[in-house]
């Protein structure tokens, strides 16, 4: 019985990230075709748009990821040592 829910909510949790991808994956279709077409065909709207897109980057933690990665571990060291 418990093996059934269990195979249950691996199913449950699979199609979430399935739904996720797909989320995400239309999000960066929207925005490429966004930024092509105000490329394209309303020049004077491309710095206002990579504006909002760094701002809106930025305010969902991208400059964050970023840094993570370009830093090392051993700039974090801490001395907990009390003298």
């Given at each position: ?12 949790s699979i199609v979430n990230q399935t739904t996720y991808r797909w989320v995400a994956i239309g999000i ?56």
């Amino acid at each position: 019985m418990f093996s059934k829910i269990k195979t249950k909510q691996i199913d449950a949790s699979i199609v979430n990230q399935t739904t996720y991808r797909w989320v995400a994956i239309g999000i960066l279709i929207s925005i490429s075709l966004l930024t092509i077409f105000f490329l394209f065909l309303k020049e004077g709207y491309i710095i206002p748009w990579f504006t909002f897109l760094g701002g809106a980057g930025g305010g969902f933690g991208l400059g964050r990821l970023i840094n993570s990665n370009s830093q090392s571990n051993s700039s974090l060291d801490v001395d907990d040592s009390i003298d």
